[in-house]
């Protein structure tokens, strides 16, 4: 069942969500529409025609350890090296280095449809992206010069070495150690585990980038340091030299996403692993969350793309389905699954949660590109603040309705979904890993409240909030007898989304522990309240023009349907700490 | 990570929710409390002991096809062999045929263990026991005498074929054919799917009920009828005869459960295989209704189980797994993840969800045994309604839950639950076909809407809505502190329901498709109601009894953290129906 990439709902939700025309008009972004549409069209073809025809390939054979060496599955190479020829890999990178430089929502739409296609291939750009965000912002010239030009192009890839067998969410606990040599340069020992794409053959190089602390570093998260780790060391003019001193000691058999090989990496088992310093000594979480953000944005997509793909399946399969009988049309044959309004149900929910996830994940990209390509300062910080603001509810929600959405999928396909030839058990099991890795979805929603509604001191989710109500305004305002409900609906779920946000800050200060009691129903009511406004703004642009009934009937289904559940979510949040909280965690037995 | 028994539990939830003491004291169960308990400790040991350590094994050797016999996996022949040994698959069974003639709540909450420990050992039993109660209430006294004595000790397996290709909920559709021969048989042709425990090798012979259709059937569900059809003939005097004329064409390659053979089975490929007719010509799905109602409460039990296994498994970890500072403790070193917030929620709703299910399970079990055993007509009518109404939502609402509480222990694992090594990716795997077989949940909502809430006029329901509201003042009355809001948010939710039942009655007369359209939000919203009170009942008696902390807990957390969901699930129901049927199918674009 082929993959189409969604190009008309991706450019729809960048104009009506994102606010596309107004940045091309002020000229932020630097491209056309046109020019925009023809690169995700132009994405959508190498999902089609080389990902997507891999990817159940890619699930049965797995990635596996032979030999000390990392065997992908039959046809990954070529499909990389497509992908690398195609200039696909920098369109969005630094025109310095060898990149495209377009806009990041542009390769964020791009990275939806080939994540979309397959999950497991998408996950190995995700990583060099990431890489080269970090190496880009702090690392010196010599190195930059020495490694960006070649992950820019993808001839070599990145990594990202964060977690150990005892630090995971809590990254302070880290044992890897840094030696300093003369030369400048460091040697590293230690082991990492669940690192993606940690080792394969399909580069002649692999860039880490490996999170170790010093001799002399400070305890905790205050004392580890980010080094730049080759695979193979690189002589000055640029060739290849010795192999340096870290090996894939394993790979991880895993629920889903079996092509991308998640490792076990050791470096120094020998006399260390030769490393470079990137940014200054001890300061190396803060680069690591340069790179977390973007990849957290990354996943998010990733969730989007599942959701897309378990839709589409969905969709097609109700379409050709035959059971029952049918209460619209009255044949007298078998009816399409599609016209059951349990199914009606069921579709129109993956769709809906689908578009919602997109659009907070394309709003996130959009300002990320304001927050580094607008002129006024001003302008800049406020959308930095909004990314920031946004970034774990686009990771968090989206990975969350990736794996809801899946399952509807499995679902629709009744007896058959279980049956892993028919795909869409496989979007289930890929989908699992997305709400758990860069950031579990619990550490997202404690991000959200502790860090986040704190920026500004509140005023930042203050005119998040003020926007989306200015949306309720004009969807009442609008009042199509087609919207139905749609603007009470929204004004219930952002009105508590609001009193939930003032509870949160009330309780940050009074009962931390409440507040963070309440963080993961709290993150949800936010995932379901913006996504709810965006898809409004969808059905108001469909409304103006006339004509699509689609984006309308999306948004109100979201609002009548989804959009229910906030004044619920917020109930919990505000009155459910206690009731969380009153079980001693001892008293809680298996 | 060893399972254990949740004895102590199920009792709790049996003398709260289901009126144990009651049914003991009116003789209704003819067995004491003390004996009750035995048993389940002992199913307990059995599961413990011999299925649990099966669990993993059997997930990644599977059941396979070869030569074209099913080959189960290493052990698994010995461990049926202990089962049978043990006498436990006649529990429930009449003594007439060998069975213990234990209450069924007896047989579910033993059920409930050996699925929790192999739920893929569990449901060669659960098909056997759907065949012997559907031979029981319909077979000849002839085939019962030839075949119920060895189902009934498990020497002999039972299954169930309904699904073909093209008829899976929609079984008017068969095409398997029976022909009748004039020794009073009939010779049965036709390929069935989905068949569990189709073949095997565990047992000597293997009974079949098959659904078919007499050549001059009438067209659709009114011209099915039910044959048994053995694997083996046999011989008047027991002993086993030739090899019948049916075969096991392929095993499925399935998401989970890979321990249970999914077969193709083919009747009838040479001279067609010898069948003998359960029941009237053409009346087959009515004696077939009877043994999925059963089964349809055997299958919620699973959700069950599985929401207990994942939740010990996860409990467990998160005592064990450091990471971060706590909170609560202000202790230097990492704390154990139970301590934080977050993961307290996160185990408390898996916690309460999985009692809650259990209880509406139980509750049903037990309302069978009354309309089995009461002695007044009156009194066993008003319980089979009360199965009748309760059984789509035994089933639908504990195996989506069943999912639910699986999918949050994996994300409780953190990286190590995507590992399949740690087992938590198991029994999401596993847990994904429940809400599909035995009719899809989607199936039993509207089981639920269309024939169960139009019982006896409505008053099946009402009478049961009423209950809940006694319930709800109860709670009022005894209002403790500790109870916090758990009266006000299950008035809430109690409310709900009522008002959603009241308006699914109305709608079913004038737009039965908006009716159909709201069945599964308002299935969930009558589980959350449902699951709530039953909840409440045990912290009513923990209240009353003093010092039991944990099911005051559980209820408050429930009614305040989870059935804050009712009201917005009403105004889904209410108000939805209109956005969820205003995209015509054809618009509705993959």
Same sequence: chains 1, 2.
């Avoid at 070495?161 to 020992?189: C, M, W």
């Avoid at 079996?258 to 050791?266: D, E, F, L, Q, Y």
């Amino acid at each position: 069942m082929t993959y189409q990439a969604p190009v008309d709902d991706i450019m729809r939700t960048l104009k009506s969500a994102a606010g596309l025309d107004g940045l091309i008009a002020e000229g932020v972004l630097e491209v056309d529409e046109d020019t925009i549409r023809a690169v995700i069209a132009e994405a959508g073809k190498l999902a089609a025609e080389v990902l997507e025809p891999l990817d159940t390939l890619g699930d049965r054979a797995g990635s596996k350890l032979v030999d000390g060496k990392v065997v992908t599955p039959p046809g990954w190479k070529q499909a990389y090296a497509q992908y690398v020829a195609g200039g696909w890999n920098g369109l969005a990178a630094p025109a310095k280095w060898g990149g495209q430089e377009l806009p990041q929502v542009v390769a964020t739409a791009a990275a939806e449809i080939w994540d979309s296609a397959n999950l497991a291939f998408g996950l190995c750009p995700l990583l060099t992206h990431g890489a080269i965000d970090a190496l880009e912002a702090q690392g010196s010239e010599e190195l930059k010069r020495a490694y960006l030009p070649k992950m820019v192009t993808g001839e070599w890839t990145g990594t990202m070495n964060l977690t150990e067998p005892h630090a995971g969410s809590d990254l302070g606990q880290l044992k890897t150690r840094a030696e300093r040599r003369p030369d400048g340069s460091y040697r590293i020992f230690g082991t990492k585990i669940f690192i993606t794409y940690g080792d394969h053959e399909m580069t002649d190089n692999i860039v880490h980038l490996v999170l170790a602390r010093l001799p002399d570093a400070p305890p905790g998260t205050r004392g580890i340091s980010l080094f730049l780790v080759p695979k193979y060391l690189v002589n000055p003019d640029g060739s290849l030299a010795a192999r340096n001193d870290v090996t894939c000691a394993g790979v991880e058999h895993k629920l889903g996403i079996h092509a991308s090989p998640t490792c076990v990496m050791k470096y120094g088992e020998n006399d260390g692993a030769v490393g470079y310093l990137v940014g200054e000594e001890n300061r190396g979480l803060n680069v690591m969350f340069i790179m977390m953000n973007a990849a957290r944005l990354a996943v998010g997509v990733q969730g989007v793309a599942l959701a897309e793909r378990a839709t589409q399946r969905a969709i097609r399969y109700a379409r050709e389905r035959k059971q029952g009988r049918s209460a619209t049309t009255k044949r007298a044959d078998m009816a399409p699954i599609i016209e059951h309004p349990d199914i009606r149900r069921s579709l129109l929910t993956m769709k809906a949660l689908t578009q919602a996830a997109r659009a907070i994940c394309l709003v996130t990209a959009c300002e990320t590109d304001i927050a580094r390509r607008a002129k006024d300062p001003a302008v800049r910080a406020t959308a930095a603040d909004r990314v920031a603001l946004l970034t774990p509810v686009a990771k968090a929600f989206s990975t969350d309705i990736g794996c809801e959405v899946a399952s509807i999928g499995v679902q629709v396909h009744g007896g058959t979904g279980y049956i892993e030839e028919t795909g869409a058990a496989q979007i289930y099991r890929d989908a699992r890993i997305l709400p758990i890795y860069e950031g579990t979805n619990g550490i997202q929603a404690l991000d959200l409240i502790t860090r986040k509604l704190a920026l500004e001191g509140g005023k930042v989710v203050a005119a998040y909030l003020g926007e989306l109500q200015r949306t309720v305004e004009d969807v009442r305002v609008c009042n199509r007898p087609e919207f139905g409900r749609m603007g009470k609906r929204l004004a219930e779920a952002v009105a508590a989304l609001g009193e939930a946000s003032r509870w949160m800050g009330s309780q940050l200060q009074s009962n931390p522990e409440a507040a963070m009691a309440g963080a993961t129903p709290y993150l949800r009511l936010f995932g379901l309240a913006s996504g709810g406004i965006y898809l409004a703004r969808g059905a108001l642009v469909a409304a103006r023009d006339g004509a699509q009934a689609q984006p309308i009937a999306l948004a109100r289904f979201f609002a009548e349907n989804l959009a229910t559940a906030a004044p619920g979510l917020k109930d919990t949040v505000v009155d459910g700490a206690d009731s969380t909280l009153m079980l001693a965690p001892e008293v809680l037995s298996p």
